[in-house]
């Protein structure tokens, strides 16, 4: 008989309450530091084309949030030179193949954080780019991803990145659970890897709802990036698609789909419509201000309240 293992993902999964310490949430502390800097929240708006963009990462770094650009089209010099101008911090990311060695070995200004971005970087390819990348770029903390058991973490560490990006198949509109049958519970996952994890972990994916990101500093990631949650605002780079019905929407697709690539070639993603949701700047204080709820009711002041909750799992 089959021994089948159990996973879960955030929404099966809550917290139990502790008693509040502070007089108010708004006295919590939300931010977190990843490499030499300090940022607001602990979220990620992804990587993705529908999502991020030069004018959104600008106003993302403007605002103190962390933010990593796509690699699809990108003059990554170009790109590093105006936000520094700026005075924000230069995040890109890169893939494995030989046109990104050209792109890293043309760099005249050193981006503060990269981030190798493939599907599944446990893999010799991710294993000889991280390295390269750690021989010219030391001072550059780089993020590597996406992997999705506790081996796969201890090698990326063990290979140089400085921390590890989690999951496969979480994503709204990731197919790769569909088209391969691959995939982990998040839950299972994040509890797996930061057993053995030594640096920061972040955990991509999944993300529906605000609780979500409690959920996933209370299980030990120390940041969540996210796609859909970030997608359809004024913001965001997709095409904005107004209906016969003068509702207007706008358009999310994934990085593995002909829409990121130009190609129509190993296609695990597709694209969706997302209800338009107008200014940006509502959201991300909403955010905070669930997030500083979740703190009260951990009973601290600070994100480190969240690991010492006890929690549960709600079966559907």
């Known amino acids: 008989m089959l021994n089948i293992k159990r996973e879960y993902n955030y929404e099966n999964l809550y917290m139990k309450p502790r008693k509040t310490i502070v007089g108010s949430r708004k006295e919590c502390d939300t931010s977190v530091q990843l490499g030499n800097y300090k940022f607001k929240m602990p979220v990620i708006p992804a990587n993705m084309m529908s999502v991020i963009n030069e004018e959104s990462a600008m106003h ?7 933010y990593v650009m796509h690699r699809f089209g990108i003059d990554e010099n170009s790109f590093i030179g105006r936000m520094n101008d700026k005075g924000y911090i230069a995040s890109i990311s890169i893939g494995v193949n030989e046109d990104s060695y050209e792109k890293l070995k043309s760099l005249m200004i050193k981006p503060q954080y990269i981030t190798l971005d493939i599907a599944h970087a446990w893999c010799p390819k991710a294993e000889k780019m991280i390295k390269f990348i750690k021989d010219s770029l030391p001072d550059t903390f780089l993020i590597a991803g996406n992997v999705a058991t506790a081996e796969a973490v201890i090698d990326l560490e063990n290979w ?16 790769t659970k569909l088209a391969t049958g691959f995939t982990r519970g998040t839950v299972n996952c994040i509890l797996e890897c930061v057993e053995v994890a030594k640096k920061p972990i972040i955990a991509d994916g999944g993300i529906r709802e605000a609780g979500d990101i409690a959920k996933a500093i209370c299980l030990g990631a120390d940041m969540v990036m996210a796609g859909s949650i970030f997608s359809g605002f004024e913001i965001s780079p997709g095409d904005t698609i107004t ?5 207007k929407y706008k358009e999310y697709f994934g990085s593995s789909t002909q829409f990121s690539k130009g190609k129509h070639e190993h ?10 949701k107008g200014e940006i700047d509502y959201f991300l204080r909403y955010l905070e201000e669930s997030l500083k709820s ?13 690991r010492r909750c006890e929690y549960f799992i709600l079966e559907n």
């Open 60 to 66: 993302y770094a403007k605002n103190g949030y962390m």
């Open 160 to 175: 140089g990145a400085d921390c590890v990006k989690l999951f496969v198949g979480p994503g709204k509109v990731c197919t």
């Open 243 to 247: 209906l016969q019905d003068g509702k």
């Open 267 to 276: 296609i695990e993603g597709k694209k969706i419509l997302i209800d338009y």
């Open 294 to 306: 979740s703190i009260s009711y951990a009973g601290g002041g600070d994100l480190s309240s969240l």
